[in-house]
């Protein structure tokens, strides 16, 4: 059974950048896909970026094209963050073990990380 063990998070300044990481332990193919989602104060979960497993191709939000970009490494799912804005403070969380439909569903994954706290200063 997979586990997910995110890190990253933290306060940065507008205009910064920032790396969450999502250490997939266990076979990380079997997961099929793995995305980056993030949930603001109020607001419903909001599906990023996807990797999936097999070849590493990706998908990713397309307002989020040029900032944000999510890429894999040895089981461990990154999700690089560039000229952070006000807006993009979240809480963001890893999501793993694919179910079938759409990539940007929360409830087409059946597991997911602690959630890694992003805060972003103007």
């Known amino acids: 059974q997979l586990q997910l063990r995110e890190s990253g998070g933290g306060s940065v300044q507008s205009g910064t950048s920032l790396r969450l990481s999502c250490k997939v332990l266990?076979?990380?193919?079997?997961?099929?896909?793995v995305a980056w989602f993030r949930q603001a104060p109020g607001k419903g979960r909001e599906g990023l970026a996807a990797?999936?497993?097999?070849?590493?191709s990706t998908t990713l939000r397309r307002t989020l094209e040029g900032r944000f970009t999510i890429s894999e490494d040895k089981g461990t799912v990154y999700f690089q963050m560039t000229d952070l804005k006000p807006e993009d403070a979240a809480i963001y969380y890893c999501?793993?073990?694919?179910?079938?439909?759409?990539?940007?569903?929360?409830?087409?994954?059946?597991?997911w990380g602690q959630g890694a706290q992003v805060n972003v200063s103007s």
């Open positions: 266990g076979d990380i193919k079997s997961s099929k896909w």
């Open positions: 990797l999936q497993t097999s070849d590493c």
């Open positions: 999501e793993a073990v694919f179910t079938g439909g759409g990539l940007f569903t929360v409830d087409n994954y059946s597991l």
